[in-house]
């Protein structure tokens, strides 16, 4: 069986996010790391391959700027077997639209049983990828997995919907996202972080993976953001860090706001 | 021709609140872009129903039938079929399982522009330009579409319909879609219903959410002292009901409920934006998190970076000692 995680490289939560005013996009120079939400999506298809599907071989997929070394070393630690990583200049500026397009270009080079994704990427919270790329690819697709079942050439999943829970069955090859509460990912060993550097590295260009300049980037984007301007804001907050009196403090706030007698 | 469409979401057989009240926003939005909106339905429903949307700003309703429905990939064979009779311009969605996923994989189909999470709907030179929120609420990009045709995804409670919501019927038009062979693949093989009883979020006064910062689920405890203390109940994320640590009934956010209660505290919840949907409408809002970068500091009137097994029984015992 053959597994393809995608995985995002996302801005380090700890540095702070600024959009350029000129391109008015995400500067994307500062830290850089393993988008969070991708780590449970390595982590099942890692459980997988231990359990329903045996010597499975996973596939970390990226669509990322050459410096993303550290993102894929991160998601190799965590299980992945090999990488492919499509990394172009051409790239820069891909809208949902186009970046579905050059992820879809990837995977379609390869004959994956299962396509995996995380539930959202931390920076842009957007979490449409998974359907997108599966209607390039024109595979089933189920989005926000909770819980999943590899039973011979089908996949049995339960997820989360507005009016319940249901429950899917989806046939092979088929495309997937993953819930955060799926699983609790495993912290890399000492060797699987030394070890990640010596798997196979793939590093593609757009020419390789049969697609144009035009055909991503701000040419094959779709929208295009005009002016940027300040949503209202909530008013007022306080923000404080516990000295040990944290208790009495929320308890005066609670008293003030009139919220508590 | 070249108008609006808007899927009109059953769930349960019923429209969603959120798609009545998108159908009078892309109304208000056409009537500025000189162009009439239509509403997409898939599934069973009577004439009389899908004509009722026409209070809503709908002038046709087109009615797919003959499948499910229960799941985005037939919806995306329904609604392409639709644009490629109807040469609409703008599809709009609500930001449901459903129609997030369909709206991805309708724009890919059709090669359009998407925006997902659009907050407003404006008329810049008559195009539709959406305003999306970003950056953790921060910012709202003016999003602009370079295509023929434009998707968008609406932020859920964004819209709400109106109470005296009036019109002429729509007429109803009625088609069968055929499927692609990927939306076939597919099966939903059952439905498990949100258990109901117990405490009714929606009416406390008081809610203490409760987040995987919790640690294990008997630590829900805390939770239920606190609201206990306070007169209120709790509430949870969808991360520890998918973990199965506490009921669905509870859930606040984009897939569960919507609250409003004077006072929400959140525990050991990050603030992720489908969270905060379902609670930024809360009178004040505490948050406990250790983590002093975490998303719920930038929308909490108090925010206190800390360890909730600390503080949370603390402040229970501070309460419960007034009395
Ligand atoms: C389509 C879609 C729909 C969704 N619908 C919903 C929805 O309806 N409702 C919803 O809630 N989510 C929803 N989500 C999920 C949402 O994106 C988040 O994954 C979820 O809200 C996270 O839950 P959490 O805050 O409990 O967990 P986490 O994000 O894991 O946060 C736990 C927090 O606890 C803090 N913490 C840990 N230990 C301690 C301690 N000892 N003391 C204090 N703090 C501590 C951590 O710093 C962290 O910030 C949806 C997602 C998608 C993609
Ligand atoms: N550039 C990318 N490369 C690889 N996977 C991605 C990329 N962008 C998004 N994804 C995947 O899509 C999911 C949702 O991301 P997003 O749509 O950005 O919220 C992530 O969790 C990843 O699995």
């Known amino acids: 069986m053959k597994i393809a995680v995608c995985v995002k490289e996302v801005p380090d939560p700890t540095a702070e996010k600024r959009i350029d005013p000129d391109t008015k996009r995400l500067v994307r120079s500062g830290e850089n790391t393993l988008n969070r939400y991708d780590r449970h999506a390595i982590e099942e298809a890692v459980r997988l391959r231990e359990g329903a599907a045996p010597g499975a071989e996973i596939a970390v997929v990226l669509v990322a700027p050459a410096s993303a070394s550290r993102t894929v070393d991160k998601a190799l630690a965590q299980g992945g077997d090999r990488s492919v990583h499509l990394a172009d200049d051409g790239l820069s500026g891909s809208d949902i639209v186009a970046t579905s397009r050059a992820l879809a270009a990837v995977l379609a080079r390869d004959s994956y049983d299962l396509i995996v994704f995380g539930q959202q990427g931390s920076d842009a919270e957007c979490y449409v990828m998974a359907s997108a790329v599966a209607e390039r690819l024109a595979r089933p697709c189920v989005t926000q997995v909770a819980a999943l079942a590899l039973d011979g050439s089908s996949l049995k999943v339960k997820r989360q919907v507005e009016t319940g829970y249901e429950t899917l069955e989806v046939s092979l090859p088929a495309v997937i996202s993953v819930s955060d509460a799926i699983n609790e990912p495993r912290y890399p060993s000492l060797p699987a972080i030394m070890g990640a550097k010596r798997k196979p590295h793939e590093v593609l260009s757009l020419a390789d993976v049969g697609l144009a300049a035009g055909d991503v980037g701000v040419d094959g984007s779709r929208t295009h953001v005009s002016a940027l301007s300040k949503p209202p804001t909530r008013g007022d907050s306080v923000k404080l860090e516990d000295d040990g009196t944290a208790a009495e403090k929320i308890l005066a706030f609670l008293v003030e706001r009139k919220v508590v007698a | ?323």
């Open chain 2, 1 to 323: 021709m070249g108008g609006i469409l808007v899927f009109a979401e059953l769930q349960a057989g019923t429209f969603t609140k959120g798609s009545l009240g998108l159908l009078e926003a892309a109304r208000d939005a056409g009537a500025s872009l000189g162009l009439t909106v239509d509403a997409a339905v898939c599934g069973a429903i009577d004439d009389g129903a899908a004509a009722g949307l026409g209070a809503h700003g709908a002038v046709t309703v087109h009615v797919s039938e003959g499948h499910a429905f229960d799941h985005a990939q037939p919806v995306v064979d329904a609604v392409a079929d639709l644009q490629a009779r109807e040469g609409y311009r703008y599809v709009l969605f609500g930001a449901s399982i459903v129609g997030s996923d369909a709206a991805a994989g309708l724009a890919v189909r059709l090669d359009a522009g998407l925006v997902i999470d659009a907050v407003e709907l404006h008329d810049e030179g008559g195009s539709l330009v959406t305003r999306r929120s970003g950056l953790g609420d921060s910012v709202l990009a003016h999003c602009a579409f370079t295509s023929a045709v434009g998707v968008v995804v609406v932020r859920s409670n964004t819209y709400a319909p109106a109470e005296d919501a009036a019109g002429s019927p729509a007429a109803v038009r009625r088609s069968t879609p055929a499927l692609s062979a990927h939306a076939l693949a597919l099966r939903v093989t059952g439905h498990e219903a949100a258990e109901q009883g117990g405490v009714d979020i929606g009416e406390a006064d008081v809610l203490v959410g409760g987040g995987r910062g919790l640690g294990k689920p008997e630590a829900f405890a805390l939770c239920e002292a606190l609201a206990g203390a306070l007169g209120g109940a709790v509430a949870a994320t969808r991360a520890v009901v998918d973990a199965g640590w506490y009921p669905y009934a509870s859930q606040v956010g984009q897939t569960g409920k919507t609250v409003t209660p004077k006072l929400y505290i959140a525990v050991g919840i990050s603030g992720a934006i489908q969270h905060k949907v379902g609670m930024q409408g809360s009178g004040t809002i505490v948050a406990i998190n250790k983590d002093a970068n975490a998303p719920i500091f930038d929308f909490a009137d108090l925010g206190v970076v800390g360890d909730l097994h600390a503080i949370v029984p603390k402040l229970t015992e501070l309460i419960r000692a007034r009395g």
